[in-house]
């Protein structure tokens, strides 16, 4: 317990106190002893302070996604197509997050966003793309521009394989640009050198070719195939130099390592990987219908950690079937369903063999469910009772929508989510996809509603039509807007976490685990807001203010 200056224990209330009110009242009084049959969002409730004895930098909020996967930070990016892409997705895990990849695209295209995750940060890089020693300055200038590489194998015939003979290398180059993604080429053939611009900045003609000015092959320190990823790493740091080329007896290209990957071992000590490969933890969402199932296989194949099965509403029948296909179909596969907002939604999903439960419907800023269908819940309340009807089972639960700010991410966690699941918090950053355009002197991304118009020709339909039956009318779920740029998420990741820690740390909270057995045992407090009361916790009596998140 707590000690004042030493040994003394701090006092504790008298039970009559306790009982009155004075301290608030537990979860259970909240959601289970509602007199007045009402349901409740996040802004409704309000968590009561604690004694705090720790310092936020002690506060640790590593929780689960599903049975057996585990984050260091409880941040999962929503499956829409303003929101994650392989951008997002590397970004979310290389923070201690999960992206999961939207299924608006072709079942190929989808597998290519899961793969473009899973080399990123893959130690050796087997399949980098290429260039010939007859490509040009602009072939390479053209790559940096798009894909943002910072070094280019180059073999005879522009493929993977080969022999080695140059490297042109500066990272300071007029046309080295800010991001850094890896891409991939086909195999075979020779390797002519690596193209990574130390020489290519004095370079003026764009039409030279890559021939004329590499660094020769004898300059280049390489690895032989079969060497230990730390024995390579060892090498590069000796080296001094962006990438290594590992080479066969024949020396032919066969892998690549580039110096970001260590660097980005350093900076981002929490990421979501595999114990073995280092590969990014990355999940991706399939719908229900039979052509899902050749969707998964093709995402499985390319390496997807955890499927979501996407639906708005989660208990039915196609659900269940595709749940159990994947389960017996995949061993390894974890599988989360959803959405539901109500035991027995999770009690099938869970019977099913989910291993993991989204929770929320209609309650997203760009979800219109609620309204046009008439059929939902309030948050709050549906993350509650889920989470507490789920974990008898062991089932994590994912809070999915009506996220505004780290407030809410932490009134989640306290309602007994696991993870939080975010679209209009992170669209808008830098990683996620669209292009940014200004309105009156704003700065925007583009965001919308899976079940908007947009969206649903685009295949978002299939998340809330669930057979193949030919629908002649489609009813709209979802609205189409924009968000205000929040800039990268190497900045913005940080403020969100930092913002649940002091959170957690203000209601005297170490960590998770310490929240959920206090959230049940009574020992976590909450009070009910009026309007007038909410009003007063936001800004408030001001003429005009500049709201900065960091």
């Known amino acids: 317990k707590p000690r004042m200056n030493g040994d003394e224990p701090l006092w504790e209330l008298d039970e009559e106190t306790l009982k009155s009110g004075a301290e608030g009242w537990s979860a259970k009084d909240i959601f289970t002893g509602n007199t007045s049959r009402m349901a409740y969002t996040y802004d409704d409730l309000i968590l009561l302070p604690a004694h705090i004895h720790f310092s936020v930098n002690d506060v640790s909020i590593k929780s689960k996604l599903t049975k057996k996967i585990s984050l260091n930070v409880p941040f999962v990016s929503s499956p829409m197509d303003t929101v994650t892409e392989a951008p997002m997705a590397i970004s979310m895990a290389l923070n201690g997050g999960i992206g999961i990849i939207h299924s608006n695209f072709s079942d190929e295209d989808q597998a290519d966003e899961v793969r473009k995750v899973k080399r990123y940060k893959n130690g050796f890089i087997t399949d980098p793309i290429c260039l010939s020693p007859e490509n040009t300055v602009e072939d390479v200038a053209n790559i940096k521009r798009t894909l943002g590489y910072s070094g280019i194998p180059i073999t005879d015939t522009g493929k993977m394989g080969g022999r080695l003979v140059g ?69 590069l740091r000796k080296s001094k130099k962006g990438k290594l080329p590992v080479v066969n007896d024949a020396d032919e290209l066969v892998a690549l390592i580039a110096r970001t990957d260590l660097q980005k071992n350093r900076e981002f000590p929490l990421a979501t990987k595999e114990d073995v490969s280092k590969q990014l933890l990355v999940g991706a969402a399939i719908g229900t219908r039979p052509d899902d199932r050749v969707r998964a296989q093709k995402l499985v194949d390319a390496g997807v950690d955890v499927i979501v099965v996407d639906s708005s509403q989660g208990d039915s029948t196609y ?31 869970i019977q099913a063999g989910a291993d993991g439960l989204r929770v929320g419907m209609g ?18 309340s549906a993350v509650y009772h889920v989470a507490k009807f789920a974990k ?19 009134k989640a966690l306290s309602c007994g989510a696991s993870c939080v699941m975010m679209g209009s918090m992170l669209a808008g950053t830098d990683e996620a996809p669209g292009e940014y355009f200004y309105q009156d002197s704003v700065r925007l991304k583009r965001y919308r509603g899976m079940g908007s118009l947009e969206a649903m020709d685009r295949g978002g339909d299939k998340r809330y039509v669930w057979d193949t039956t030919a629908t002649q ?58 309007p007038s009361a909410q009003k007063e916790g936001g800004v408030h009596g001001l003429h005009s203010y500049q709201k900065r998140l960091y």
């Not at 180059?173 to 053939?189: C, I, K, M, N, T």
């Not at 997203?364 to 269908?373: H, Y």
């Not at 089932?395 to 780290?406: E, F, R, Y």
């Not at 957690?504 to 009026?530: H, M, P, T, V, W």
């Open 392 to 410: 008898k089972y062991g089932v994590p639960v994912v809070a999915d929508g009506g996220i505004k700010s780290t407030g809410h991410i932490t």
């Open 319 to 349: 659900q269940l079937e595709m749940v159990r296909y994947l389960k017996a179909t995949f061993k390894d596969l974890e599988v989360i369903g959803g959405n539901v907002v109500v035991p027995s939604q999770a009690l099938h999903l």
């Open 167 to 235: 490297i042109v290398s500066n990272r300071d180059a007029s046309f080295v640009f800010r991001d850094s993604h890896y891409g991939y080429g086909e195999d075979g053939g020779e390797i002519g050198g690596i193209v990574s611009n130390r020489d290519a900045s004095f370079v003026d003609d764009r039409t030279m070719k890559i021939l004329d000015f590499m660094t020769s092959r004898d300059e280049i320190s390489v690895a032989r195939e079969g060497v230990s990823l730390a024995t390579a790493n060892d090498l």
């Open 473 to 530: 009318i489609k009813v709209a779920q979802g609205v189409s807007g924009a968000v205000e740029d929040k800039g990268t998420m190497r900045k913005y990741f940080p403020y969100m976490v930092q913002g649940v820690k002091h959170g957690l740390q203000d209601a005297g909270l170490e960590d998770l685990e310490e929240l959920q057995e206090c959230l049940y045992n009574g020992k976590l407090r909450f009070e009910i807001r009026s």
């Open 363 to 380: 309650i997203g800023s760009i979800c219109t469910t609620q309204e046009v269908c008439a059929v939902g819940r309030a948050q709050a």
